[in-house]
């Protein structure tokens, strides 16, 4: 089993910064694929980012150059840091576990609750 814990979420204005965080619990943290994933009312879930356990990382294009994931296997937890955040990148962040096959992102179904990040114009 395992448990996905994301926080750091809140209001900021435009051209702010946020740092998520994403404490995981069980012994796969280190061997998986770690994504971030936003919601935003009205729209599908997307995917803005993930991290290989290698460390390899890929971006949507929509945050590319603003937001940078990272990993610390050490501490079970995942992190996002965003930068330059837009009205638009308001949403529910969640995280989760996953893999890469045929070169995308596949989650599994672990999730976490979310952490709402609202930025104001």
């Known amino acids: 089993q395992v448990q996905l814990v994301e926080s750091g979420g809140g209001l900021v204005q435009a051209g702010g910064s946020l740092r998520l965080s994403c404490a995981a619990s069980?012994?796969?943290?280190?061997?998986?694929?770690m994504g971030w994933y936003r919601q935003a009312p009205g729209n599908q879930r997307e995917l803005v980012a993930h991290?290989?356990?290698?460390?390899?990382?890929d971006y949507a294009d929509s945050v590319k150059g603003r937001f940078t994931i990272s990993r610390d296997n050490a501490k079970n937890t995942v992190y996002l840091q965003m930068n330059s955040l837009k009205p638009e990148d308001t949403a529910v962040y969640y995280c989760?576990?996953?893999?890469?096959?045929?070169?995308?992102?596949?989650?599994?179904?672990?999730w976490g609750q979310g952490t709402q990040v609202t930025v104001s114009s």
């Open positions: 989760n576990v996953g893999r890469v096959m045929g070169g995308s992102y596949v989650p599994f179904d672990y």
């Open positions: 069980g012994s796969i943290f280190s061997i998986s694929t």
């Open positions: 991290i290989t356990n290698s460390g390899r990382t």
